[in-house]
């Protein structure tokens, strides 16, 4: 199985802040990246598909890029309603393998 | 408004079995791959099953595999997780979930609890 590793684990930052998260595969998985949100007791979210596809609706200060094995979300100017955990997921292999989470919080 | 709602959670005894069910509505259900995704409690995402639009193919994660069955049935727009075997490393939220093409799980249920615990 891909094993997708997440760094940080939890990142404290402040509203206007830019944040970075990274994401690294075991192997190669192409651009077959996604990124969610998602805050306690809700679903996730689908925020960016292909490494950097911006999801319909998603504000254009998430970013994604990255490609092989080494990938990162973005965050331009941090909101109140950007604290949440976010997942990135490899879809080049089955099984579709999920990160552990990054929990962004305020400081 | 594409809407996924599950049912057929809550308790159930080690070793017992369980069948989810996700409703889906909003959108043309026969064309899209659908997945389960569980989060046990204060957990990641752990993907567990996913069917092709027809049927004719399904992927488990392995601690499921041979204990867990997914299935559909477009004519009623219908998802399913049949649970057999069950653990205490089951107990989770499990999420229906929506494969947007080649991009990623674009609409999620509210999700259903399963607690394996006697």
């Known amino acids: 199985d891909i094993q997708m590793t997440q760094s940080p684990s939890t990142l404290s930052a402040s509203v206007g802040d830019r944040v970075t998260i990274t994401c690294r595969a075991s192997?190669?998985?192409?651009?077959?990246l996604a990124w969610y949100q998602q805050k306690p007791g809700k679903a996730p979210n689908l925020l960016i598909y292909r490494a950097s596809g911006l999801q319909i609706g998603v504000p254009s200060r998430f970013s994604g890029s990255g490609s092989g094995t080494e990938f990162t979300l973005t965050i331009t100017s941090l909101q109140p309603d950007d604290f949440a955990t976010y997942y990135c997921?490899?879809?080049?292999?089955?099984?579709?393998?999920f990160g552990q989470g990054t929990k962004l919080d305020i400081k | 408004e594409v809407q996924l709602v599950e049912s057929g959670g809550g308790l159930v005894q080690p070793g017992g079995s369980r069948r989810l069910s996700c409703a889906a509505s909003g959108f043309t259900f026969r064309t899209y791959w659908m997945s389960w995704v569980r989060q046990a409690p204060g957990k990641g995402l752990e993907w567990v099953a996913f069917i092709k639009e027809d049927g004719s193919e399904k992927y488990y994660v392995d601690s499921v595999r041979g204990r867990f069955t997914i299935s559909r049935d477009n004519a009623r727009n219908s998802l399913s997780l049949q649970m057999s075997s069950l653990r205490a490393e089951d107990t989770a939220v499990y999420y229906c979930a929506r494969w947007w093409h080649d991009a990623g799980y674009d609409h999620w249920g509210l999700g259903i609890r399963v607690t394996v615990s006697s």
């Open positions: 997921q490899q879809y080049k292999t089955y099984p579709f393998t």
């Open positions: 192997q190669s998985i192409l651009s077959w």
